[in-house]
């Protein structure tokens, strides 16, 4: 009797059934689901649902019945506002034509001739210093230039700085370093045996340009033509403080919203405003997969040969760019520093003392640093968690392109799009997330997404330097995964992480297109301040508080190089190692 024991049999068997159950689950695999589940959510209801209220917006009257394409009919059947589309092309196709072409001898002069490594460092952070400054710094030092009452006004003859001819100016130097850093990374690219060829077979140096370099840099050529035209078309700073009465599509958006309030017609405006970008994406998108494929693995380094007169041209062109920059935030800073324009031309600090202390600009100072600071670390944390999780997890089935779908569709929404996308999502009464809209979280976000692309590659090629391996071992050894991205990836990729920080930090304090249909009172920011003042004519306060904005995004990249260079040798030491 003893030995009969068969009823406590199938009540053992499903508790080893769920133990065996348990124990297949991937933990890690899970987590990672989940966290990327939630960026995914993010970037849904921050960038793909604002974009489809702006689609539902402009087929729909202020009732909210649909209409079809009744607005379209009427934008089209206006001469003004059909005149404006075709004022933004023609600028944004005039601004690729002289930017473009000044950015590549530039580039060429940085990696193509033999002049001292030093210089070229100095002449490359010249170069860059428009990307420091709010767009609408150099509108407002052109008109000190050469407004009405400018220093080199004679030098226009009877001609006027406002309108197209003052922004093309405005944007060429807003969008010069854009296309620099492209065609640099074009030209970098050069495969030495193509030119060992060419002399081979006795091609003269003009030969050889034509031949071989245009050719083999066409990608990049057409890359920085898109982004340029991209920007231009996007841009509100550059033609609200210097296009006088020359309207453009960004700046219709903003009368449409905010001067008659007609969401309906701006959100038509926006529609259109995304085309030309999305088109400029698209073709942005096929060039930067032909360019990768153009080195190969027997490729090698294409190395100058020493030319004095080639140094004396290029350099002497450098210096002549270099120049002109420096004289645009000049000016900005000579005009933040003088009493009053042109009356009294006493120097003094007075204009930051308004701007610090005597005005509500110290808020919107304060306001700036404060989103540029939390979008640095949460955007950068956010951007390489998403990158690293896309990248690294095995088995994500459709979430691995639809994510990278995501992360890239923002770099085809402008600015002034996304903004106006977020007040009729945000701010409708049905929306369970309507308690966001007034406040700085939601600035915060839209920042984040705005240039979530630009970040995201970053962090991708960042790990794609990371064997696959790394994940492998570890999961036979047992080690969690957030283990390994905290002792492993995230050292190895904190070069990446920390350009992102700074990235997002710099851009945060100039963006203005984006943010200008979101701030309030208690929210404003400096940029917006600085486009205030000028509509006011407080030229001074205006041209100090940018000046400011430049003078804190260059302490910052200064403090980052500082603090990187220690950070690096204690995380980065293997790399030296590996040298030796």
Known sequence: MKEIALPQMPSQAPKATTTSW??????????????????????????????????????????????????????????????SARNSVMLAASVVGISVPLAFVFAYALTRSTLPAPLKAVFRLIALIPLLAPSLLSAISFVQWFGNQGVLKPLLGGASIYGARGIIIAEVYNTFPHALMILVTALSLADGRLYEAASALGASTRRKFFSVTLPSCKYGLISAATVTFTYVISDFGAPKVIGGDFNVLSIDVFKQVIGQQNFSMGAVVGVLLLVPSVL????????????????TARSVPYVPKPNAWANALLGGYCM?????????????????????????????????????????????????????????????????????????TRNLGLMRPVMHFLAVLSMAVPGLVLGLGYVIFFNHPSNPLNFLYNTMILVIQS?????????????????????????????SLKVPQWRTFLRVTLPVCLPAVLDIARYYFVVSMSTLSCVIFLYTPETILASVAIMHMDDAGDIGPAAALASLIVLTSTAICVVYALCTRVLLRRTQGWRDLARH
């Open 320 to 392: 002549l760019v270099c120049a002109l920059l420096l004289a645009v935030v000049g000016m900005a800073i000579y005009t933040s520093l003088i009493k009053l324009w042109p009356y009294d031309l006493t120097l003094g600090l007075q204009n930051y003392h308004i701007v610090l202390f005597e005005s509500d600009m110290a808020s919107a100072y304060k306001n700036s640093l404060v989103l540029a600071t939390a979008t640095a670390l949460s955007g950068s944390l956010i951007v390489f968690t998403g990158a690293y999780l896309i990248e690294k």
């Open 280 to 295: 400029s994406f698209m073709i942005d998108a096929v060039v930067r997969r032909k360019l990768r494929a153009q080195l």
């Open 447 to 475: 920042t984040i997404i705005h240039y979530y692309t630009s970040s995201h590659l970053t962090a991708i090629t960042a790990l794609k330097q990371i064997d696959n391996e790394f994940e492998a071992v570890s999961a």
């Open 22 to 83: 348990l124990a297949r689950w991937n933990w890690d695999e899970i987590i990672a689901r989940a966290v990327l589940a939630c960026v995914l959510v993010a970037l849904f209801l921050f960038l793909l649902a604002p974009m489809c209220a702006i689609l539902a917006n402009a087929v729909l009257d202020r009732d909210g019945h649909f209409v079809g394409l009744a607005h379209f009919a009427a934008y089209i059947r206006t001469p003004s506002l059909l005149q």
